[in-house]
């Protein structure tokens, strides 16, 4: 089991949350060309290894989390609040590596 | 068929059987690379291994390497759930997956390999009536396109399938049924030796423990691969593997690609007596589920991808709880049944649920890839199609709907109306 350091709500198991998909994609403008839209909606870097990806606490605070998981070992190396605001009212803003492996061993 | 492969009879079976079984010849060469090849397919799944058998019988191309990094049939055509149907409603599925279920039909006598097809039909469980509508819809559709289907109202399905939960206090209460009676499941390790025995006797080298790690490229051509076992040239390089596609995809030339790896378990029971004469499967609310039973007896069956990104080819126990949830909705009497074996695989998730068999913008490139959890059904089909593109240098008729640019092109082949997603099945 994948598990979740949350910054309020400490680590907790991944059937608490629900996963939002790959982090690094860049929605062009609205009135931006076509191939920019394409490029964002449709095409991932799906890498074999490390992974910036959203997951949602839906089964605790509700925050959205910027994780960045290994997709071979499903080790996690860092976990923040995904929005920039939110992390900076809460004085969470820094990228949080957890210190040990919170993930891997399934 | 080349005479040094003898060809498997009655006769034999017995005469085999009376003397140990110890004077079968090999079931496939294993021979050292050559330097030149007029194809190239990278992965020996069912895919590439059907590509390789329909390029050598269909279009008289024989001087082809399939390339495999571990042993073939060892990624997801060994590690599927084996169910077989062509219940799809979208023109581009539709023709394709019906093309492929009539290949299946005769591929016993084809590669004269038993594949174990067995047409013990596709029931597919309705809860309500908005469910039994949008599936009426679909199985209309179907029966237009000649594709047979039918709906079983409650009291052919009790008589049928006695043993399902048909309690009115059952979590979901079952309504009826849609069901595809020349769908079934095939033995899949049987589909992938079948194909590369009778592609290797039609002169074909299957090259098993040689990895294709980078591509050569010569004035915008793709010419050749380097493996672990050094440089092999070709012609025209295919590739075929699934899970893997978008770690090649840069290499050779193709950049991202509307794919992401997600992976899918699948669990096998103990041995119990005959019990499940059918595939039967449903999704409602947050459940989905598939069941069928081996002629070994196990119940094999599955559910949902993770849901999250990943290579790994082991499972989690989320899914094992979901699924086992999933079993007991409808078949509260396997509840003491122990589970035997799980699994998973890597699968190449599109983002409309449908796959790609097409040229690239990289001449001497061809893509086979984006099946998602269901590119067993397709193994037939899709390597007659993906021979026809490479050896044509230009799609079938059949497949030319499955091309990677459709998105660019609002071209989408999305069954389930869910949008641009890599989670469809
Ligand atoms: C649990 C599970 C259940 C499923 N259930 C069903 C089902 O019921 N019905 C259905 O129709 N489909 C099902 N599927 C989907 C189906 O199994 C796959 O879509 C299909 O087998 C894909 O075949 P393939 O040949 O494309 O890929 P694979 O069989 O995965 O073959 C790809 C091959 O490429 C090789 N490879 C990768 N990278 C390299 C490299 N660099 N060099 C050389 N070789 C390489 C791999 O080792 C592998 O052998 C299921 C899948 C899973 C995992
Ligand atoms: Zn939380």
């Given amino acids: 089991m994948i598990r979740i350091d949350c910054p309020f709500c400490g680590l907790r198991d991944h059937s608490e949350f629900t996963y939002e998909g790959d982090a690094t994609v860049q929605y062009p403008a609205l009135d931006a060309p076509m191939e920019d839209w394409y490029e964002a909606v449709f095409l991932r870097e799906n890498p074999r290894g490390p992974h910036r990806e959203f997951w949602r606490h839906v089964g605790g605070c509700g925050s959205f989390l910027e994780v960045v998981r290994d997709t071979v070992t499903h080790e996690i190396t860092e976990v923040k609040l995904a929005h920039p605001g939110m992390a900076a009212a809460t004085g969470k803003a820094a990228a949080k590596t957890t210190e040990k492996a919170t993930g891997g061993s399934e | 068929m080349s005479s040094t492969m003898r060809r498997y009879n009655a006769l034999n079976v017995f005469w085999n059987g009376l003397t140990g079984n110890k004077n079968w010849d090999r079931a496939w060469r294993d021979p050292e690379p050559k330097p030149k090849y007029e194809v190239i397919i990278v992965g020996a799944g069912g895919h590439g291994l059907a590509t390789a058998y329909y390029l050598a019988k269909n279009h008289g191309i024989t001087r082809v390497a399939v390339l495999e990094k571990g042993w073939l049939g060892g990624g997801n055509s060994g590690r599927n759930t084996t169910i077989v149907r062509s219940n799809y409603m979208m023109p581009g599925n539709c023709a394709f997956y019906e093309h492929s279920l009539k290949l299946w039909e005769n591929l016993s006598h084809e590669l004269n390999y038993n594949v174990m097809f067995s047409q013990r039909a596709h029931v597919s469980l309705c809860f309500s009536p908005g469910q039994r509508d949008a599936m009426a819809r679909r199985y209309n559709t179907m029966r237009l396109s000649g594709i047979d289907g039918e709906w079983w109202a409650l009291d052919k399905l009790r008589k049928n399938i006695p043993y399902l939960n048909y309690g009115e206090d059952a979590r979901y209460p079952i309504i009826g049924a849609f069901v595809q009676p020349r769908a079934g499941t095939a033995r899949h390790d049987a589909v992938n030796w079948g194909y590369a025995r009778t592609a290797d006797a039609l ?223």
């Fill in chain 2, 203 to 425: 002169g074909v080298d299957i090259i098993q423990q040689c990895e294709v790690t980078d591509f050569i490229h010569e004035n915008g051509r793709v010419v050749g691969v380097n493996t672990n076992r050094g440089e092999i040239r070709a012609e025209k390089v295919g590739l075929a593997v699934a899970g893997s596609t978008s770690t090649l995809a840069p290499k050779a030339g193709l950049g991202r690609l509307p794919i992401e790896t997600h992976k899918l378990q699948a669990f096998v029971s103990e041995p119990l007596k005959p019990l499940v004469d059918h595939v039967i499967v449903y999704g409602v609310g947050h459940g989905h589920f598939y069941i069928s039973q081996s002629d070994k007896g196990g119940l094999v069956f599955g559910g949902d991808l993770d849901f999250y990104n990943s290579y790994a080819q082991k499972g989690n126990l989320p899914i094992y709880s979901d699924v086992a949830g999933c079993a007991m909705n409808i078949m509260p009497m396997v509840g003491r049944v122990k589970i035997l074996r799980q699994w998973a695989g890597i699968m190449d998730m599109s983002m409309d649920g449908s796959p790609f068999i097409c040229k690239t913008d990289v001449p001497g490139l061809y893509l086979n890839a984006g099946w998602c959890y269901g590119g067993f059904k397709a193994i037939p089909g899709s390597g007659w199609c993906f021979a026809h593109t490479i050896a044509h240098d230009d799609p079938h008729d059949i497949n030319a709907p499955l091309s990677l640019d459709r998105y660019r092109k609002g071209r989408h082949i999305d069954e389930g109306g869910g949008g641009p997603v890599p989670k469809h099945h």
